[in-house]
């Protein structure tokens, strides 16, 4: 399996814009689609993004169409998570995950994942 670390997370006000940026190692970064899903206190681990492992196709929450894009890097091994016009209601733990099929990933049944990077979003 594939080891995933995120970073890039913080504390940031409403309508301010991060990057998250999760590294990949110890697989073939471009056989996988990679993914972000996010957990809020008290709330069940959401999906948020997801792209295959071509780049071709892309998915995204309704509740972030328009505000979050992602991206892969194949040189960096490296998948980013780019947040504009950030909501208190984005506050969550961030996780990266990967899975050989896009489908699997966006289900929340990769096996990959990462520790998760905290975002804060202040009114």
């Known amino acids: 399996q594939v080891q995933l670390v995120e970073s890039g997370g913080g504390l940031v006000q409403a309508g301010d814009s991060l990057r998250l940026s999760c590294a990949a190692s110890g697989g073939t970064f471009s056989s996988y689609a990679m993914g972000w899903f996010r957990q809020a206190p008290g709330k069940e681990r959401e999906f948020v993004a997801a792209m295959s492992w071509s780049g071709g196709a892309t998915s995204y929450a309704d509740s972030v169409k328009g505000r979050f894009t992602i991206s892969r890097d194949a040189a960096k091994n490296t998948v980013y998570l780019q947040m504009h016009s950030l909501k208190p209601e984005d506050t969550a733990l961030y996780y990266c995950?990967?899975?050989?099929?896009?489908?699997?990933?966006?289900?929340?049944?990769?096996?990959?994942w990462g520790q998760g990077t905290q975002v804060t979003v202040s009114s």
């Open positions: 995950t990967a899975s050989p099929i896009l489908k699997t990933l966006v289900a929340g049944a990769s096996g990959s």
